[in-house]
């Protein structure tokens, strides 16, 4: 399951000179954590648990990197927090709510003596059920804390002098399909056959080992079953499906096979189920409405019989300024 979810800018957007200044405001007061990182975050990689990222958490009210300290205070639902970063001096503080924040030494400094290297974006990850925004500055009269913390010591909003919104990034773990081979060492999946009363399913079953008191990790599952359909599908007048004893010759069943709905769609689009004029010009006009459709929806066919690909971790694109975790 998702524990977090990370939001970046887009990596054109790195720092190397200059002294930077956004805000964060905390709509929740939950678990999450913002900052600066180094252009090759990872997605799936907690913020500041590693060499890539200086951020604060309000939460715990800690500063991580590579670890964590106690750091600042605690936020709560509302508050606005200032991320400012000296590229020149190579420094980092954070304000909340137009105030300094301090390590437990009463060093206003949460990070210094860092290496440039790429440079650094703005960067926050939100835990379950987490809302916050992030605020560039692209308006200064939006942000609420600048004049008072920023603009006097000669920092600059990150998204000054820029003409459209600045591009933001997230993470989004997908689930990953893979098959299970009859000889799992934990996994074993049976089918079950369909009676008059069921449709047929599958069994899965986890292979324990171990004493009774002894604790077993337990997995979840998601099955996804390959689907094939015939090319033409016959029905009864009465809506199920015909058995082949109600046949005789196969030029009887031929007779008796309904059109599918393509072949239908196919002869209606031609005219051959058209009566009249009239009827045939309103069937055409529905389809002048509907011109696109073939662009917008796969046909059932193929939305049923294609195969399911493996998901990998990956970031989706997108621009907006308030970002949710669920």
Not at 288 to 298: A, C, L
Request: glycine share 8%.
């Amino acid at each position: 399951m998702e524990k977090f979810r990370i939001f970046r800018t887009e990596k054109t957007y790195a720092v190397k000179t200059g002294k930077w200044y956004f805000e964060f405001e905390a709509v929740t007061a939950g678990d999450m954590r913002v900052g600066w990182a180094r252009p090759g975050c990872q997605p799936d990689q907690d913020l500041g648990s590693d060499e890539q990222a200086f951020v604060f958490d309000g939460f715990k009210a800690q500063r991580w990197h590579q670890g964590n300290e106690h750091f600042g205070r605690s936020w709560l639902a509302g508050d606005i927090v200032g991320c400012m970063v000296d590229m020149n001096e190579h420094t980092m503080m954070f304000t909340l709510n137009g105030e300094i924040l301090l390590d437990d030494s009463g060093s206003e400094l949460a990070f210094k003596d860092f290496e440039v290297g790429d440079g650094f974006i703005p960067a926050c990850s939100l835990g379950l059920s987490q809302i916050g925004r992030m605020n560039f500055g692209k308006d200064v009269s939006t942000l609420k804390y600048f004049t008072i913390c920023g603009l006097q010591e000669g920092y600059e909003p990150f998204a000054v002098n820029t003409n459209r919104d600045i591009t933001i990034w997230l993470s989004k773990r997908l689930p990953q399909f893979l098959p299970v081979p009859p000889n799992h060492e934990h996994i074993e999946v049976t089918r079950i056959d369909g009676t008059a009363d069921s449709s047929p399913c599958l069994k899965v079953t986890q292979k324990s080992f171990g004493s009774q008191n002894s604790k077993t990790d337990i997995m979840f599952y998601r099955l996804s079953m390959p689907i094939e359909c015939a090319e033409i599908f016959s029905k009864m007048s009465g809506g199920g499906l015909p058995s082949s004893s109600l046949f005789g010759p196969k030029n009887d069943l031929d007779e008796f096979d309904a059109d599918s709905d393509f072949e239908v769609l196919m002869k209606t689009a031609h005219g051959h189920l058209v009566p009249d004029r009239a009827e045939k010009e309103a069937i055409k006009s529905e389809f002048n409405n509907h011109k696109d459709y073939t662009q917008e929806k796969p046909s059932r066919l193929k939305q049923r019989g294609q195969p399911v690909d493996a998901a990998e971790e990956h970031e989706a694109c997108m621009n907006f300024s308030l970002i949710t975790c669920h």
